[in-house]
């Protein structure tokens, strides 16, 4: 039942260096596409006196994300609920973060859409909605490897694709939301760090 992605291994640790600081103390903080689960019991393991609420629309995925909790051994997580980000009805009504990692690009943009959107919903003034992955900048591919991985998920799916920083800045001051702290990241990703106005 348990997944390992090499990736999630490799970048959970420089995600939390940029969230500890800006996470809040005590609340609630939804997981967006959770995946493997890694990421959500890194960051529940670092910070115990936050509730974390894993969600993915996979039904294979929810099954990791619980079987890591299990094994863990975490009292701060929930189990994983299936949320498809594009409905307007999620089943969680509030948050204080709402965290995605990876997958606005392995998704159709109607997902970050959703995302952005339910995101607004679900957040108090000052909540914070963080988004990580591969961005375009100023309409170009920040690295050659970029754009060999966007050329590899639009041929796996016309509707993937690594997004122009701008269209997700701009979508996400429609909703309500600051401009973001945008941090450099590893493997020429960024973290962008919003919070709801």
């Not at 959500?40 to 629309?57: E, I, K, M, N, W």
């Not at 909790?69 to 204080?96: F, H, K, Y």
Request: hydrophobic letters at 45%.
């Amino acid at each position: 039942m348990r997944r390992e992605a090499p990736a999630a291994a490799r970048n959970r640790q420089p995600i939390l260096d940029v969230l500890q600081p800006r996470l809040p103390t005590t609340g609630l903080v939804l997981e967006i596409a959770s995946g493997t689960g890694e990421h959500v019991v890194h960051y529940a393991a670092a910070r115990p006196g936050l509730t974390f609420q894993p969600s993915d629309p996979d039904a294979d995925a929810r099954a990791s994300i619980d079987d890591w909790v299990r094994t863990l051994g975490l009292d701060n997580v929930r189990p994983a609920l299936e949320i498809d980000v594009t409905r307007t009805e999620w089943p969680v009504e509030q948050a204080d973060a709402v965290l995605c990692c990876n997958m606005i690009h392995i998704a159709p943009w109607e997902a970050a859409v959703g995302l952005v959107t339910g995101a607004a919903r679900l957040l108090p003034r000052g909540g914070l909605l963080f988004t990580y992955g591969p961005y375009r900048r100023g309409g170009r591919h920040t690295a050659p490897s970029n754009e060999a991985f966007d050329a590899d998920l639009k041929r796996r799916n016309p509707a993937w694709g690594v997004r122009d920083l701008e269209a997700v800045l701009d979508l996400a001051d429609a909703q309500g939301f600051s401009a973001p702290d945008i941090v450099d990241m590893p493997a020429n990703n960024l973290s962008l760090v919003f919070k709801r106005l």
